[in-house]
């Protein structure tokens, strides 16, 4: 079995705003914005949509494979994958670019504001399949570089492996046309609820014709859990950390619990609820591959919150 995890590899500077930043943002105002905002604390992590998937499956116990490209300044990322048994075959490096960052602060709200810049991943990793397989292979496709992104659900589909697709902060560089083309055919549409709007405005499709193109969608809502369209809707609970650190990752964290429940077929339900214990890890801690579990740890926070 192969779990292909493709999306961005980045070094991310995240901050904390210690206010909100509504009490800042005049509304009559907000055509001329012009706003400074005084962080409290920065630190730089390892990050990226691919990265933080990948590593929290690896805590699952899975060895996924990560699709993406980076920089010159990579082998510092590098040791660390390498460490997790992480494959680095997927990953295409341009020696004349940095490596993604990101810029991430959260106010007290857990609202954020993120910049991003691309660097390497502005290249596709234009990654070749060795071997597929329709029965056991699964793949995500998270914000990355757009061409992939366009390209990996049309080879998927056409191959018969069962894909995600989550596009996220990547919506906005997507015509409603191109969504709709990697919409079609996925298995999962994974998005929070904000995101699910734009993807519905983008579209001009409703949730229900959007369930039209893919099997399930599933829709994080922070703390009120998760929620699974399929025809009657099914809410899923949170599992409770013991502390909430920083919101930054959580979402990518779910997305693995979510993926390893799926190919050790359980249902969709079961998965999710993996996804949110995964998630609570990921919220205790600042940064967004920063948590780790043992099996036992994780077995009893489920049992813990769901009653197993």
Do not use: W
């Not at 660390?80 to 020696?95: H, N, P």
């Amino acid at each position: 079995m192969a779990i292909y995890v493709f999306g961005s590899l980045a070094y991310d500077r995240i901050m904390n705003f210690d206010g909100k930043f509504a009490d800042h943002i005049l509304p009559d105002k907000i055509h001329m914005l012009n706003v400074c905002f005084f962080i409290e604390r920065l630190e730089e992590k390892l990050g990226g949509t691919a990265g933080n998937i990948a590593h929290s499956l690896a805590l699952l116990g899975e060895k996924p494979t990560i699709l993406s490209t980076v920089g010159k300044d990579f082998d510092r990322y590098k040791e660390v994958l390498e460490k997790q048994s992480i494959s680095l075959d997927g990953i295409r490096v341009i020696d004349d670019l940095f490596t993604a960052n990101c810029h991430i602060t959260t106010d007290q709200s857990d609202n954020q504001i993120t910049g991003f810049h691309p660097g390497a991943m502005i290249h596709p990793c234009n990654y070749e399949f060795p071997t597929i397989s329709k029965e056991n292979d699964i793949a995500i496709i998270a914000p990355g570089n757009k061409d992939d992104m366009m390209n990996l659900p049309k080879y998927f589909r056409e191959n018969g492996i069962r894909y995600i697709f989550d596009p996220g902060q990547q919506i906005t560089i997507f015509s409603g046309e191109e969504l709709l083309e990697c919409i079609e055919g996925a298995h999962m549409l994974v998005s929070n609820d904000y995101e699910l709007e734009l993807i519905k405005n983008a579209t001009g499709l409703s949730k229900e014709q959007l369930l039209e193109k893919c099997d399930y969608i599933i829709t994080t809502l922070a703390e009120n859990g998760s929620r699974i369209d399929n025809g009657s809707p099914v809410e899923v609970g949170i599992a409770k950390p013991k502390d909430v650190v920083d919101p930054t990752g959580c979402g990518d964290a779910f997305r693995a619990g979510l993926i390893k429940g799926i190919i050790n077929g359980k249902s969709v339900e079961e998965a999710a609820k993996l996804g949110a214990v995964s998630a609570s890890f990921c919220v205790e801690h600042y940064g967004t591959r920063e948590h780790s579990f043992t099996q036992e740890e994780f077995d009893a926070r489920y049992a813990e919150a769901f009653k197993a």
